[in-house]
Every structure is written in C-alpha cells, then in structure tokens.
C-alpha cells in the first residue's frame, strides 16, 4: 500500500484568502527587519574575528568560575557558554570561549592559548581544548563581504533563469519568494541569537536551491496548463496546478524535514544552527511557492498566448531537464 500525506486529486482553494497570507508573510518580514535591527545576528568567530576555544571536561562547567579564573588575563572582551547535547556522555561537559581580537588587531597567539589552558586546567583538572579557531578582523571583513555577494548572485541569477525559461512576471514572483524565505530566516536568526557564521551562509544558498526547485515545479506546470485550458482564468489555471503538484510538494518537504530532525537531534551541536537553518528554510520555502510566488504571479497577469519564442526556449530547457 502506498504512503499518501496528500490524496492525488484535491480542489483547495489557495486564493480565497491570499490577502491573510500575504498579510502574514508581511507582518513575519517587519518583524524579522525589526529583530534584525534592533537585536543584530549573533556573528560567530568567522564574521567578527577572534578566538574561538572549544572545552571538554568531566567537570561540570561553572561558567562563572571560568570566567573569574579568565578575568586576571585582560583578554578583553569574553563570552562563555556550555554546550548541552543529548549524545554527550554523563562525564562530558563541552563549553564554548569566545575571546574578542585582540588591541594588535590578531587573534591570540599560540603562548596564550597555552596560558589560557593552564588558568583552567587550575578550576577545572584535566581540561581539554577539543579545537582552537582563529579568525583575524580583515578577514573576517572579507568574508561578511563575499558571504552578502554570494546570496545576492544567487538570487540574481535566479531571476535571470526564470525570465529565460517562463515570463519576466514568474520570474518577479519567483526572487520575491526566495527573498521573502532568506529574510524571514535571517529574522529568526537575529531573534533566536542562534550563532550566524558561514555553515549558516551556505544553508541560506541552499534554501535558495530548494525553493526555487518548488517554485519551478509549480511554474512548469502552469504553463502548461495555461496552453491546455486557454477558457479558464489564470486564478482557475494556478489553483488547479498547485492542486496537481500539491502531492509532490508535501511528500518532498515531508521527507527531507524527517531527515533534518533527525540529524537536529542526533548530529551534535557543531551542526545543528545550519540544521536548523535548513528546517526553517524548507517550511518557509515550501509556504512561499505556493502562497508568495504564485499570489504574486496572479496579481501580476500573464499573457495566455505564448509566443513562438517562448515555446521554443521552455522546450529547449525542458529537453536539457530531461
């Protein structure tokens, strides 16, 4: 017996209430613009520059001791944190220091480090530094710089493809999905103060991947239904194409979200703000192909007669998909 989320013919209505829908995605965008601004993101070492210095103890972590023993150093500023994690054992306490870079502008040298060990090993016998990051102030520039260039290519290139291969209305509709699903993410970022650090700048590149890959789907199948039911209204073409490939959405959406949580709860704390990332993004993406993109598609228009040129490209990129 096969596995059904969603029955093969449905007949929703996803365009009755698009002003509540749109209305929610736009209160989520103020809100994550508000957090944005008002709390900033949580930068990790890679963006701000500094130390990063992982621990391991069989003690369990006092973190204002940690912090008095630390103080005497004039490290400048620090911030401590324990690392809890369900496949940590009863002996294993993880923390996290954070050192700002240091007055020369670097991060601190290797003496310190080894300074920095041995104030704790006196609070804590037998410490560990599990891994030790370094990240100087103008590279950490550099790579704030190339991470903000790297999304807004993508999304540029986005829009591109999509003009190429439908009308210049889906593709607006398509980047404004994909825009709609990375500042909502970045919004939960700032309010959550979840680290933001490179792993979260390629889950933003792959949410883009995903949604757009929903989006098309939906996309593809309105153009075709537009030459098949030339009598219906765009409205009537976009419900009932939605409906068509509602199934596939869900089940795809359904199975990666089982493998995230997995690897949320089981894949340890190193990995988890990008799962995260990835968990969000998938619920938002699959949320604004259907309610932003296609919204945007209707209130927009679309020629019903496709030109010669049109037919001939979507069949040119429909060969190469095949």
Same mark, same amino acid.
């Given at each position: 017996?096969?596995?059904?989320?969603?029955?093969?013919?449905?007949?929703?209505?996803?365009?009755?209430?698009?002003?509540?829908?749109?209305?929610?995605?736009?209160?989520?965008?103020?809100?994550?613009?508000?957090?944005?601004?008002?709390?900033?993101?949580?930068?990790?070492?890679?963006?701000?520059?500094?130390?990063?210095?992982?621990?391991?103890?069989?003690?369990?972590?006092?973190?204002?001791?940690?912090?008095?023993?630390?103080?005497?150093?004039?490290?400048?500023?620090?911030?401590?944190?324990?690392?809890?994690?369900?496949?940590?054992?009863?002996?294993?306490?993880?923390?996290?220091?954070?050192?700002?870079?240091?007055?020369?502008?670097?991060?601190?040298?290797?003496?310190?480090?080894?300074?920095?060990?041995?104030?704790?090993?006196?609070?804590?016998?037998?410490?560990?530094?599990?891994?030790?990051?370094?990240?100087?102030?103008?590279?950490?520039?550099?790579?704030?710089?190339?991470?903000?260039?790297?999304?807004?290519?993508?999304?540029?290139?986005?829009?591109?493809?999509?003009?190429?291969?439908?009308?210049?209305?889906?593709? /607006?509709? !398509?980047?404004? $999905? @994909?825009?709609?699903?990375?500042?909502?993410? =970045?919004?939960? %970022?700032?309010?959550?103060? +979840?680290?933001?650090?490179?792993?979260?700048?390629?889950?933003?590149?792959?949410?883009?991947?995903?949604?757009?890959?929903?989006?098309?789907?939906?996309?593809?199948?309105?153009?075709?239904?537009?030459?098949?039911?030339?009598?219906?209204?765009?409205?009537?073409?976009?419900?009932?194409?939605?409906?068509?490939?509602?199934?596939?959405?869900?089940?795809?959406?359904?199975?990666? /979200?089982? !493998?995230?949580? $997995? @690897?949320?709860?089981?894949?340890?704390?190193? =990995?988890?703000? %990008?799962?995260?990332?990835? +968990?969000?993004?998938?619920?938002?993406?699959?949320?604004?192909?259907?309610?932003?993109?296609?919204?945007?598609?209707?209130?927009?228009?679309?020629?019903?007669?496709?030109?010669?040129?049109?037919?001939?490209?979507?069949?040119?990129?429909?060969?190469?998909?095949?």
């Amino acid at each position: 017996m096969r596995l059904k989320l969603v029955p093969e013919k449905t007949s929703f209505d996803f365009f009755s209430n698009w002003k509540l829908w749109m209305g929610v995605s736009s209160l989520l965008l103020v809100l994550s613009l508000v957090s944005f601004f008002a709390q900033g993101l949580n930068f990790g070492i890679d963006f701000r520059g500094g130390t990063t210095v992982r621990t391991e103890s069989t003690m369990a972590v006092d973190v204002g001791i940690y912090r008095k023993a630390i103080e005497p150093m004039q490290l400048g500023d620090i911030s401590i944190t324990e690392v809890f994690d369900p496949t940590f054992e009863a002996d294993q306490h993880v923390a996290m220091i954070r050192i700002q870079a240091q007055a020369d502008g670097e991060a601190i040298s290797g003496e310190t480090i080894e300074a920095l060990r041995a104030t704790l090993d006196g609070v804590a016998p037998g410490i560990k530094f599990v891994s030790v990051e370094s990240v100087g102030p103008k590279v950490s520039g550099e790579l704030v710089q190339t991470a903000v260039l790297a999304v807004v290519l993508a999304i540029g290139a986005v829009l591109v493809y999509i003009w190429l291969r439908f009308e210049w209305q889906f593709a /607006l509709g !398509a980047v404004a $999905a @994909l825009v709609h699903d990375v500042l909502l993410t =970045i919004g939960v %970022f700032a309010a959550v103060q +979840i680290k933001f650090d490179l792993a979260i700048i390629a889950a933003l590149l792959t949410i883009v991947g995903y949604s757009l890959n929903d989006t098309v789907v939906v996309f593809d199948r309105v153009r075709e239904n537009l030459r098949k039911f030339k009598k219906l209204s765009l409205g009537e073409v976009l419900n009932l194409s939605i409906n068509q490939t509602l199934s596939r959405t869900v089940m795809t959406s359904v199975t990666t /979200l089982i !493998a995230l949580i $997995a @690897l949320y709860v089981l894949g340890g704390d190193v =990995i988890r703000g %990008f799962v995260f990332a990835m +968990i969000w993004g998938v619920i938002v993406g699959t949320y604004s192909s259907v309610f932003v993109a296609s919204t945007i598609l209707l209130k927009l228009g679309v020629k019903r007669d496709w030109s010669k040129q049109a037919n001939t490209t979507g069949n040119q990129f429909a060969n190469i998909d095949a």
